[in-house]
């Protein structure tokens, strides 16, 4: 799984409560400022019903096969899809994504506080894991 560098000058889309853009702000002052954005995460199984996580280097904790934030011109999908690609070299179509939903995260990590609308997928693909 590859490392993506941040860009803390990308613009994400700051939402309100119901998912809506209010305006736009780069990575660094939406988590400057605790605003609300968007984040996608999506798991992959494969047809022995096997689910792909991986282990951040960061903390070295499991955490799902894809995900994160997604710049403001990008729908769930989209990043979805985007995601897969960038991370683990996979092109997966739209319909080979189910949403499970969106819900809301609030979290903190050594005094940074972040929330979030996560999109959450699954994609059910005849991929070996072992190969990723």
């Not at 996560?118 to 190969?131: E, L, M, T």
Request: hydrophobic letters at 35%.
């Amino acid at each position: 799984m590859k490392k993506i560098p941040h860009d803390p000058n990308e613009l994400l889309s700051v939402i309100d409560g119901d998912n809506r853009e209010i305006r736009r702000a780069t990575r660094r002052e939406v988590h400057e400022n605790f605003l609300l954005h968007r984040e996608v995460y999506a798991y992959l199984i494969n047809s022995k019903k096997q689910l792909l996580l991986q282990q951040r280097s960061d903390n070295n904790l499991w955490d799902h096969a894809v995900g994160g934030h997604f710049p403001f011109n990008q729908n769930y999908l989209q990043a979805a899809q985007r995601e897969f690609q960038e991370e683990l070299g996979v092109n997966l179509g739209e319909k080979e994504f189910s949403l499970l939903g969106i819900c809301k995260i609030l979290s903190e990590h050594n005094n940074r506080r972040e929330q979030r609308l996560a999109g959450v997928f699954f994609s059910q693909k005849r991929h070996s894991i072992k190969g990723l």
